[in-house]
């Protein structure tokens, strides 16, 4: 069983003051109906699982076999790969019209940039949040909370309107990275761990002559490795994925992300090519490749307790 | 909100000096004057990137306010209420509002029951436990533009969707039908953000005390029973934030009917607020109707986050 090799990481309390982390360390143990009645319903319960995964999968396995079709099939028997219609020709008809390499690259750029900002000064935020003490340490973290419910509708034009017209920087990574420079979620993430650190730590480093970055480098930051994985995981699904900023503010196709190539692949360009639900899910396939390997290597950090934690506050 | 929109851009705090200080120093900054430098980007970054656009948008929209050339001083005449008049008087925003309407009555119940069924047989059952988490983990994790691709094969007039269902098959079908277009956008979003929820009642079921099953059993209560009494009961906090969050979700709404349904059609009968505000501000060049559009929908979600928080979050502290 593998519950126990997940790292034993649980719900932090807000207040400093909170038991020793150690002490904290075990409610990972689930509830097992010791009473439950029998076979019937755990089979029951399976049953629901299975359907689950079903629903949940398919439509992926689908992509990977639609996207394989050299003639498109969209009947039941379609479903299954049949030898003598598989092909690679749908990756090549949609490269030749969106370039899939440069949209790649532009993902990357652009994931990579909300990246280094969260992971920089995330951390410097969350630790700041967490271990010193500063006037207006209370009003940031309150901004922290209320940042996660503000809707993205509301800061659409104003954002659009500064970035684009005042800033100059539509057609930019600079102005495509911009609004995701720092992840809030994972600045919490990053504060709830610094909390959990021992405070006689960080008296004991001080005590001995260690400034204060020297604190946060040597001692501080080791310990929360798994937290940067969380952090790391969450942060790049957000960019990698997005969609309607960088559509918003580049409309040069060398500059695009993969999403909005695709979706523009997707709405005015599918219809002219020969096979486009094929080049479409090849398109779809590339894209959600780098997301999904991501987070089958990280998802013991992903599926953690730490994330709905991070999301209450 | 209304302490962020009320907080000018100048809230960034000075960068301290040394963290040594004199006493009134150390009154005036705290203990490590230090940590002010440490949030200080973080800071800037919520003045710049939320605390200002706010305010910026609820300005807006009482300004005749339209897109000039940068750097050109131009006179941008206050509007009153004129981009709300005009915006409450547009049929398609009404529709737009009635679509989400519908978006969410059929996205919430659905995201509620299912993600406490599956969180609750995956918090029972014993084996391949991390398998089925994993697996419902694979559509959050991907970008909506990639899975709307399948669903668009899926769901086309002779897709697999229609082909299984045969003489049942909608006509026409689903994503160009007016009555569908929109319950089969809820159940896309349904879908592919349900794992996100199934942590949460997961990680709100770990909480629930043994004891009340054990003394639920000994009063005689079958597990159906214990599940309805006893575990629905216990994630009341996690079914508040589960609310709030689909709704919130739901408001936002943009990339699935721009892709899915080809710009919110068929005839605007899925056309969302954003996309409006989409339309009206970027493409049309109205962006203070738009943000007028965006203020009443930010009105809106408040109110509904404040009704489910009475009537569900009550207990929560």
């Known amino acids: 069983m593998t519950v126990a090799k997940e790292p034993k990481r649980t719900k932090p309390t807000d207040a400093a003051t909170g038991p020793a982390p150690t002490t904290r360390a075990v409610t990972t143990g689930r509830h097992h109906d010791p009473s439950s009645g029998g076979r019937l319903q755990a089979v029951l319960l399976y049953l629901v699982l299975s359907f689950g995964a079903v629903a949940f999968l398919f439509p992926f396995y689908y992509m990977v076999v639609g996207s ?8 039941v028997a379609g479903a299954f790969p049949a030898p003598g219609n598989l092909s690679f020709e749908n990756y090549v008809a949609i490269d030749e019209r969106i370039d899939l390499f440069t949209g790649l690259m532009n993902s990357g750029i652009f994931t990579g940039g909300a990246l280094i900002g969260t992971v920089v000064f995330g951390v410097l935020a969350g630790y700041a949040l967490a271990i010193l003490k500063w006037r207006g340490r209370g009003f940031v973290f309150a901004m922290a909370l209320l940042v996660q419910v503000v809707p993205f509708q509301l800061l659409m034009i104003p954002l659009y309107v500064m970035i684009a017209r005042d800033f100059g920087l539509a057609d930019s990574y600079l102005g495509m990275i911009l609004p995701f420079l720092i992840n809030s979620t994972a600045v919490i993430i990053f504060r709830q761990f610094f909390l959990q650190l021992p405070k006689d730590l960080f008296d004991s480093a001080r005590i001995d002559g260690a400034s204060e970055v020297r604190v946060l480098w040597s001692i501080a930051l080791p310990l929360v490795r798994p937290a940067i994985a969380t ?25 695009q992300p993969l999403a909005v190539s695709l979706a523009n692949f997707i709405s005015n360009i599918a219809a002219s090519t020969a096979n486009p639900y094929g080049a479409m899910m090849a398109g779809a396939v590339v894209l959600s490749i780098p997301a999904i390997v991501l987070f089958l290597v990280f998802q013991r950090s992903f599926v953690s307790t730490d994330l709905g934690s991070g999301v209450k506050g | 909100m209304t302490t962020l929109s009320s907080s000018p851009v100048g809230t960034a705090p000075a960068p301290a000096g040394k963290p040594s200080g004199s006493r009134p120093k150390r009154r005036l900054l705290g203990e490590h004057p230090l940590g002010t430098l440490f949030a200080a980007p973080y800071v800037v970054f919520i003045a710049v990137v939320f605390a200002y656009p706010i305010g910026f948008a609820v300005w807006m929209s009482f300004q005749d306010y339209f897109f000039a050339a940068p750097g050109a001083v131009v006179d941008r005449p206050f509007a009153g209420f004129d981009n709300y008049v005009a915006v ?43 398998f089925f988490r994993v697996s419902y983990f694979v559509p959050y994790v991907t970008a909506s533009v990639a899975v709307v691709a399948v669903w668009l094969f899926l769901f086309s007039g002779n897709g697999l969707v229609n082909q299984v269902l045969g003489p ?19 159940l896309f979003v349904t879908w592919k953000g ?34 309805i009494s006893v575990t629905v009961p216990s994630v009341r906090s996690a079914t508040f934030l589960v609310l709030l969050l689909a709704t919130i979700t739901g408001a936002n709404l943009f990339t699935e009917p721009y892709l899915l349904t080809g710009g919110g059609g068929p005839n605007g009968a899925s056309t969302s607020p954003v996309l409006l505000m989409y339309q009206r501000g970027i493409e049309q060049g109205n962006p203070d109707v738009a943000a007028a559009i965006g203020v009443i929908l930010v009105v809106l979600v408040l109110f509904v986050a404040w009704l489910q928080r009475r009537f569900v979050g009550r207990e929560e502290s």
């Not at chain 2, 009404?94 to 047989?121: D, H, K, M, R």
């Not at chain 2, 009642?201 to 009063?219: I, R, T």
């Open chain 2, 88 to 130: 409450l008087s547009d049929p398609d925003v009404w529709q737009a509002f009635g679509n989400v309407g519908v978006f969410l009555v059929i996205n919430v119940p659905l995201t509620v029951v299912l993600s406490l069924l599956l969180a609750y047989a995956l918090n029972t059952v014993i084996h391949a436990r991390t």
């Open chain 1, 231 to 255: 952090a790391v995981i969450l942060t790049f699904i957000g960019p990698w994925n997005e969609f309607l900023w960088p559509f918003l503010v580049t409309k040069e196709a060398e500059l």
């Open chain 2, 168 to 186: 049942l098959a909608p006509d026409p079908s689903w994503l160009v039908n007016s009555a569908l277009a929109m319950p089969t956008i809820a």
């Open chain 2, 194 to 227: 349900m794992a996100f929820y199934i942590l949460l009642y997961l990680s709100a079921l770990q909480n629930v005390p043994k004891e009340l099953y054990e003394a639920a059993s000994v009063d005689g209560a079958g597990r159906v029973r214990r599940f």
């Open chain 1, 68 to 75: 394989l079709q050299a003639e498109v099939d969209p009947s």
